[in-house]
């Protein structure tokens, strides 16, 4: 079973800065099966990259991801304030799919 | 617009059982697999079952093996999940979700719906 570990926990940023969120993966994801999602308090979450790369529609261009194998990251640029929430990668290769932990992006 | 609406959550006792409904609209509900994801209180999300497009298939976590069931009916946009033997441990939001791919089931999900919440406890 794949595990995916998140880096950091939490993060504690400005509105208009920029941040990489960490997701390592045990072993090799397959044909970069690797989504993100946000999830903002008291909501569902929602898909924000697929396919390691590729943005869900209605996405803005300020969210970019990358990576392949097992080392995956989602960037943020000018963060504003409806950005702040949780932030979950997700394998979905394989069975069991498996969800990171999450990070936390928190407004300084 | 997608949408899809979970219900039949409740306070249930440890060892009761429930089945939760996912009706879904907006788009052509046999042409996509669906999953159901849950969310404990305070907590990440974990991967329960996913159910083919034509139903025949599905994939359980092994913390649910045995106890959940998954099912669709795909004559009335319906998504279900059977749960039984419940435990404290189950306690948790319960999404609808459905597949990113119209021609496989990918296991990635691009629309979820609000959720429902079951309690286990006495």
């Known amino acids: 079973e794949i595990v995916l570990t998140q880096s950091p926990g939490t993060l504690s940023v400005s509105p208009g800065e920029s941040v990489t969120l960490s997701c390592r993966a045990s072993?090799?994801?397959?044909?970069?099966?690797l989504a993100w999602y946000q999830q903002r308090p008291g909501q569902a979450p929602r898909l924000i990259i697929f396919?390691?790369?590729f943005r869900a529609t209605g996405i803005s261009d300020r969210f970019s991801g990358s990576g392949s194998g097992t080392d995956f990251t989602l960037t943020i640029s000018r963060l504003e304030p409806q950005d702040f929430a949780v932030y979950y990668c997700?394998?979905?290769?394989?069975?069991?799919?498996?969800f990171g932990q999450g990070t936390r992006l928190e407004i300084k | 617009e997608v949408h899809l609406v979970e219900s039949g959550g409740d306070l249930v006792q440890p060892g009761g059982s429930l089945r939760l409904s996912c009706a879904a609209s907006?788009?052509?509900?046999?042409?996509?697999?669906m999953t159901w994801v849950r969310q404990a209180p305070g907590k990440g999300l974990e991967w329960v079952s996913t159910?083919?497009?034509?139903?025949?298939?599905?994939y359980d976590a092994d913390s649910v093996k045995g106890r959940f069931t998954i099912s669709r009916d795909n004559s009335n946009n319906t998504l279900y999940l059977q749960v039984n033997s419940l435990r404290a441990e189950d306690t948790a939001v319960y999404y609808c979700?459905?597949?990113?791919?119209?021609?496989?089931?990918?296991?990635?999900?691009?629309?979820w719906g609000q959720g429902t919440l079951v309690t286990v406890s006495s």
């Open positions: 979700a459905k597949d990113l791919a119209s021609t496989m089931t990918s296991f990635g999900s691009d629309h």
């Open positions: 907006g788009f052509i509900f046999k042409q996509y697999a």
């Open positions: 159910i083919s497009r034509d139903g025949r298939d599905t």
């Open positions: 072993q090799s994801v397959s044909s970069s099966f």
């Open positions: 396919g390691a790369s």
């Open positions: 997700q394998q979905y290769g394989s069975t069991p799919v498996i």
